[in-house]
C-alpha cells in the first residue's frame, strides 16, 4: 500500500500569517494517464471532511483562493497563504492513484 | 445540491453484523462511484471501500476483504455496506463519499464492544 506521510502533524499559527503542510508518498502517484492524483482535504472541528484540492493544485468550487497546492511525483505541499479563524481544523491528503486509497495522518492547524 | 444520509449504525458485540445504507440525492446516482471511509473516535481518516457506477468493480481495504460487502441499488439511489464478523477495531463514523468529488455526507456511528 501507498503510504502518505504528512508533517508537521500540529501547526499552531498566527491569525493572517502563512502556514504549509507537507505531505510525501512512498509512491510515486503519477498514473498512467499523465495525472497526478493527489487531494487535500479539511475537517473542521464536528463535521465531515470536505474536498480542497484535487490533482494537485485545483481548488475545489467554493475554496477560497488563500489554499492553494502544489508538488509532483512523491512531493505535495498545501499552502495557507494567510490564516484565519476558520481555517482551524485538521487537514488531510489523500492519494486515488494506487488501491487502495490512502490518506496522511492528518495536520491539526490550531491559532496560536 | 449533492446531499448524502448514511444510517444503520449502532452498538453490536463482536462478532456481530450491521448494514449501513446511504440515501443519495441532488445528482445521477447511477452514474456515480461511491467509497466508504471511516473515522475511528479521535483519529484520522481511513478508506474503507469503493464501487463503480454499475456495480461491477468493487475494492477494499485490506483489514475488512472477507468482512465487508459493498453494494448499491441504483434504481433506489442507495449505497449499502454490509459488515460481517465485525471487530472493536471496526469501532468508527462511517462516511458515505460520492467517487466524482468526495462530497460526504454527515456519517453514521458504529460502536462494536460486549
Known amino acids: 500500500d501507498v503510504v502518505m506521510t504528512q508533517s508537521p502533524l500540529s501547526l499552531p499559527v498566527t491569525l493572517g500569517q502563512p502556514a504549509s503542510i507537507s505531505c510525501r508518498s512512498s509512491?510515486?502517484?503519477?498514473?498512467?494517464?499523465?495525472?497526478?492524483?493527489l487531494s487535500w482535504f479539511q475537517q473542521r472541528p464536528g463535521q465531515s471532511p470536505r474536498r480542497l484540492i484535487y490533482k494537485v493544485s485545483n481548488r475545489d468550487s467554493g475554496v477560497p483562493d488563500r489554499f492553494s497546492g502544489s508538488g509532483s511525483g512523491t512531493d505535495f505541499t498545501l499552502k495557507i497563504s494567510r490564516v484565519e479563524a476558520e481555517d482551524v481544523g485538521v487537514y488531510y491528503c489523500l492519494q486515488t492513484t494506487h488501491w487502495p486509497r490512502t490518506f496522511g495522518q492528518g495536520t491539526k492547524v490550531e491559532i496560536k | 445540491e449533492v446531499q448524502l444520509v448514511e444510517s444503520g449504525g449502532g452498538l453490536v458485540q463482536p462478532g456481530g453484523s450491521l448494514r449501513l445504507s446511504c440515501a443519495a440525492s441532488?445528482?445521477?446516482?447511477?452514474?456515480?462511484?461511491m467509497h466508504w471511509v471511516r473515522q475511528a473516535p479521535g483519529k484520522g481518516l481511513e478508506w474503507v471501500a469503493y464501487i463503480k457506477p454499475d456495480g461491477g468493480d468493487k475494492y477494499y481495504v485490506d483489514s475488512v476483504k472477507g468482512r465487508f460487502t459493498i453494494s448499491r441499488d441504483n434504481a433506489k439511489n442507495s449505497l449499502y455496506l454490509q459488515m460481517n464478523s465485525l471487530r472493536a477495531e471496526d469501532t468508527a463514523v462511517y462516511y458515505c463519499?460520492?467517487?466524482?468529488?468526495?462530497?460526504w455526507g454527515q456519517g453514521t456511528l458504529v460502536t462494536v464492544s460486549s
Open positions: 463519499a460520492r467517487g466524482k468529488d468526495y462530497s
Open positions: 509512491q510515486s502517484l503519477v498514473y498512467s494517464d499523465g495525472n497526478t492524483y
Open positions: 441532488g445528482f445521477t446516482f447511477s452514474t456515480s462511484s
